[in-house]
Nanobody, 125 residues
Framework: EVQLVLSGGGLVQAGGSLRLSCAASGFTFDDYAIGWFRQAPGKEREGISSISSSDGSTYYADSVKGRFTISSDNAKNTVYLQMNSLKPEDTAVYYC??????????????????WGQGTQVTVSS
């Protein structure tokens, strides 16, 4: 059974930091890309970062570049999203997703087969 278990969301003041974790199981982690997405009320789901578990290549949306860092611990089948300098506009439900490295789109949900349950991140001003 494929599982993506998220942890680390919560409430933080503007300028603060949070780290999200996405623990994966049930598939060959090294063959997959893991993406982070977020969706704020009334907005479309936004692809904000991704990492290929096979070669470590990364992607960041302009909205988070320089503030968020994605990393992968292949021994633990876990991907992290370190979020620094958080802003109120980062408030959203955050999701991680997994898809075959050669098939997933960049910054889009295309090709992602498996999704985690979502975790709320709220940044107060």
């Amino acid at each position: 059974e494929v599982q993506l278990v998220l942890s680390g969301g919560g409430l933080v003041q503007a300028g603060g930091s949070l780290r999200l974790s996405c623990a994966a199981s049930g598939f060959t982690f090294d063959d997959y890309a893991i993406g982070w997405f977020r969706q704020a009320p009334g907005k479309e789901r936004e692809g904000i970062s991704s990492i290929s578990s096979s070669d470590g290549s990364t992607y960041y949306a302009d909205s988070v570049k320089g503030r968020f860092t994605i990393s992968s611990d292949n021994a633990k089948n876990t991907v992290y999203l370190q979020m620094n300098s958080l802003k109120p506009e980062d408030t959203a439900v955050y999701y991680c997703a997994a898809g075959p490295s050669g098939r997933v789109g960049v910054g889009t949900p295309f090709g992602y087969d498996y999704w985690g349950q979502g975790t709320q991140v709220t940044v107060s001003s």
